[in-house]
């Protein structure tokens, strides 16, 4: 099946910092992906969909200057998280939706452990 | 507003028989279902899908079957094994264009467990 990669797989910062994580579609190009946060024992919720050489498009309730997106080529998305506060701690987990296959299906990567001291 | 719901958050099956997880959406503009199957601290991985036009997909030892009318779709897991053990999402999408295109709606997710 398609890969995808995630990098870092967890990090530790302190408050006040920003952290990148990258995710990479390494064998099919996405011209969108999409970015998910779990919290322990939930579902996954859409934070935002990374759209190739346009804006993200936020869901309701997140907080666009504070989780930064770039989709800078049809394998790269990068999402920010900008002065990273203890509540942002979380699992963060990217999907890029393989168009040129078989079926429109999203596959993850293998997903980011945030930790803010 | 959930949309679409496992209802069932817990699943114990034994080894060799059949496992069933059930998954129910409100929104009928959902067109495309997927399962995902998931380990703790790793993202999901993707098992078999089946688009609206379609009431049944099998793949090996998995078949999604959809019922449209009572908004219900299944994933069967015939014979279960102890590698099965892991939590399943179910996940439904729209296609007919629009903001909504795409994106992926999870329900609460099932954790299966078949013991040996």
């Known amino acids: 099946g398609a890969v995808v990669s995630q990098h870092p797989s967890r990090v530790i910062c302190k408050s006040g910092t920003s952290v990148k994580i990258e995710c990479r579609s390494l064998?099919?190009?996405?011209?969108?992906m999409f970015w998910y946060r779990q919290f322990p024992k939930k579902s996954l919720m859409l934070m935002a969909t990374?759209?190739?050489?346009?804006?993200?498009?936020?869901e309701q309730g997140v907080e666009k200057d504070k989780f930064l997106i770039n989709h800078a080529s049809l394998t790269l998305s990068t999402l920010t998280v900008t002065s990273a506060h203890p509540e942002d701690s979380s699992f963060y987990i990217c999907?890029?939706?393989?168009?040129?296959?078989?079926?429109?299906?999203?596959?993850f990567g293998p997903g980011t452990r945030l930790t803010v001291l | 507003d959930q949309q679409v719901k496992q209802n069932s958050p817990s699943l114990s099956v034994q080894e060799g028989r059949i496992s069933i997880l059930n998954c129910d959406y409100t929104?009928?503009?959902?067109?495309?279902f997927l399962w995902y199957k998931k380990y703790p601290a790793e993202g999901p991985t993707f098992l078999i899908s089946?688009?609206?036009?379609?009431d049944k997909n099998e793949d090996g030892r998995f078949t999604v079957f959809l019922n449209k009318s009572a908004k219900h779709l299944s994933l069967h897991i015939v014979p279960s094994q102890p590698g099965d053990s892991a939590v399943y999402f179910c996940?439904?999408?729209?296609?007919?264009?629009?903001?909504?295109?795409?994106?992926?709606?999870f329900g609460q997710g099932t954790i299966l467990t078949v013991h040996p």
């Open positions: 999907s890029a939706r393989d168009i040129g296959g078989p079926s429109d299906t999203q596959y």
């Open positions: 064998d099919f190009q996405a011209t969108t």
């Open positions: 990374s759209n190739e050489g346009s804006k993200a498009t936020y």
């Open positions: 929104n009928s503009m959902f067109d495309y």
């Open positions: 089946i688009s609206s036009i379609k």
């Open positions: 996940a439904a999408s729209a296609h007919a264009g629009g903001t909504s295109y795409g994106k992926l709606t």
